[in-house]
C-alpha cells in the first residue's frame, strides 16, 4: 500500500517505485473538486540525483525506515568519503555526491549521524554548524566601510564561503552547513 499525499513530509525517506529517497522539497495543494495533489522533489539516496514528482494518490510509495547511529569522518578517497562507526569501528564508504556541496565542510574527525537502510550507509546528516578555520583570503581594503560587503574566504576543508571583510587568515568561523554561509567569527 502506498503513501498517500497527506501523508508526505519533507525530510522523510521513502521507496518510491523501488528505489529510496528523501523527500528535499514538499508542496501540498487542493484544487476545487479535484484531488490534493503533492509536488515533490525527491532526492536519490544511492546517486544523489534529484527528481521532481508530482503524486495524486498512494502511488508506488512507502515510508523507509532509516536507522541513525553516530559516524566518525576519517578521510575522501577519490570519489568516496570514508566513515567509520564510533561503536564498532567498521568503516562505510560514501559517494561524494550523495553528500553534495555539504560535504565541503566535513573536516576530518568531524562526528556526524550516519542514517542506514537494510544495513547500508545511504546518507549523513552533517551538524547545522561547523568550526572551521580560515586557511586564505585577502585583507580588508582598509577605510571600505560599506555594509554587507564581503569577499571570498578559503577554509582549512577546501571549501569557499564569502565573509565579512575584517575576517582574516587564521580566524575560526562558525559556517551554516545547510546554507554554506557565515555565520560569526569565533
Known amino acids: 500500500m502506498g503513501l498517500s499525499v497527506s501523508e508526505i513530509r519533507r525530510g522523510m525517506s521513502l521507496l518510491y517505485d523501488g528505489e529510496l529517497y528523501e523527500v528535499v522539497e514538499y508542496e501540498h495543494s487542493k484544487r476545487g473538486r479535484s484531488g ?6 525527491l ?3 544511492k546517486t544523489g540525483k534529484v527528481l521532481a514528482v508530482t503524486f ?19 578521510y575522501h578517497d577519490g570519489d568516496n568519503l570514508i566513515f567509520m562507526d564510533n561503536e564498532s569501528f567498521d568503516q562505510f564508504p ?7 556541496p555539504q ?6 574527525g568531524n562526528n556526524v549521524v550516519g542514517c542506514y537502510y537494510k544495513s547500508e550507509l545511504v546518507k549523513v546528516d552533517l551538524p547545522n554548524f561547523v568550526e572551521l ?6 585583507p580588508g581594503v582598509k577605510g571600505d566601510t560599506v555594509s554587507n560587503v564581503e ?4 577554509v582549512e576543508t577546501g571549501a569557499i564561503v564569502n565573509v565579512p571583510l575584517f575576517v582574516k587568515e587564521g580566524d575560526t568561523l562558525k559556517i551554516d552547513t545547510r546554507t554554506g554561509t557565515y555565520v ?3
Not at 515510508?63 to 559516524?71: G, W
Not at 560535504?103 to 576530518?108: N, P, R, S, V, W
Not at 578555520?133 to 585577502?138: A, D, L, R, W
Request: no cysteine; net charge positive.
Open 36 to 41: 490534493a495533489v503533492g509536488k515533490t522533489k
Open 43 to 45: 532526492k536519490h539516496l
Open 56 to 74: 495524486k494518490g498512494a502511488e508506488n510509495t512507502a515510508s523507509a525506515f532509516l536507522e541513525s547511529r553516530e559516524l566518525q569522518y576519517l
Open 94 to 100: 560514501l559517494s561524494k555526491e550523495v553528500l553534495g
Open 103 to 108: 560535504g565541503e565542510f566535513l573536516a576530518e
Open 133 to 138: 578555520k580560515v586557511t586564505q583570503t585577502e
Open 151 to 154: 569577499k571570498p574566504a578559503t
Open 184 to 186: 560569526e567569527r569565533l
